[in-house]
């Protein structure tokens, strides 16, 4: 079965920096959820999206941004980065109201 | 408040055996979900079990049950017949209401011991 689908997996920036993640949901899904799980902590909710439209919105720092487009796959933008935002990012998508909740593999972020 | 509260950080449990990781939560809504994840070293997040605030059973899947006691609001997973493979993190996780937002508990890891 098609999985969630995040590139690229491991991505190395320096401070300053902008950085671009991509999601791919499992086909049909209509929402899509970005979470940041830093070393040794559980997931924090950044932003979700819900048919192409910004669905709820958790700790996301103003530096970030994020959009669903017409095909469901969702970017989360990154800018002027900083040496707290190394992370494990993961994406997971759901349809509906969910009763599942997917998550891809994560794109691990490295600022250095 | 915290939302989602685990208090075991960490557990060990033979092999073969059950072990229950607890959950509490914190919720004024009257309609929520829980969830439990297993997150592995190799760091991927894997659904295991969803449990609804109406839903009058508790939720099974395989070897994973959640025991639902709404009065305390407490969602804990119990595993059993564990297995050497069990061994990793175990996140409870809540969705209240309508919203696509998820809040996460800290997690407890489990060892499994030969």
């Known amino acids: 079965a098609a999985g969630v689908i995040q590139s690229p997996r491991h991505l190395i920036k320096e401070k300053r920096e902008t950085a671009t993640l991509k999601c791919y949901p499992i086909?049909?899904?209509?929402?899509v959820y970005w979470y940041q799980q830093g070393p040794g902590q559980d997931p924090q909710f950044l932003i979700s999206f819900y048919e192409k439209m910004q669905s709820d919105k958790g700790s996301i720092p103003d530096r970030f941004s994020a959009q669903q487009f017409s095909d469901y796959h969702s970017e989360l933008n990154m800018s002027s980065l900083e040496l707290g935002d190394s992370a494990l990012y993961f994406c997971?998508?759901?349809?509906?109201?969910?009763?599942?909740?997917?998550f891809g593999p994560g794109t691990r972020l490295t600022v250095t | 408040a915290q939302k989602i509260t685990q208090t075991q950080p960490g557990m060990f449990v033979q092999e073969k055996e059950a072990v229950t990781l607890d959950c509490t939560y914190d919720?004024?809504?009257?309609?929520?979900?829980l969830f439990w994840y297993k997150q592995p070293s190799s760091g991927e997040m894997i659904f295991l079990i969803y449990?609804?605030?109406?839903?009058?059973q508790n939720a099974t899947e395989g070897r994973y049950s959640l025991n639902f006691q709404k009065a305390r609001k407490s969602a804990n997973l119990v595993i059993s017949a564990s297995q050497l493979g069990d061994s990793a993190m175990y996140f409870c996780?809540?969705?209240?209401?309508?919203?696509?937002?998820?809040?996460f508990g800290s997690g407890t890891k489990l060892n499994v011991k030969p």
């Open positions: 086909p049909r899904h209509d929402t």
């Open positions: 919720t004024s809504d009257p309609s929520y979900g």
């Open positions: 996780a809540m969705r209240e209401g309508g919203f696509n937002k998820f809040y």
């Open positions: 997971a998508s759901s349809l509906g109201t969910p009763e599942e909740q997917y």
């Open positions: 449990q609804g605030s109406y839903d009058q």
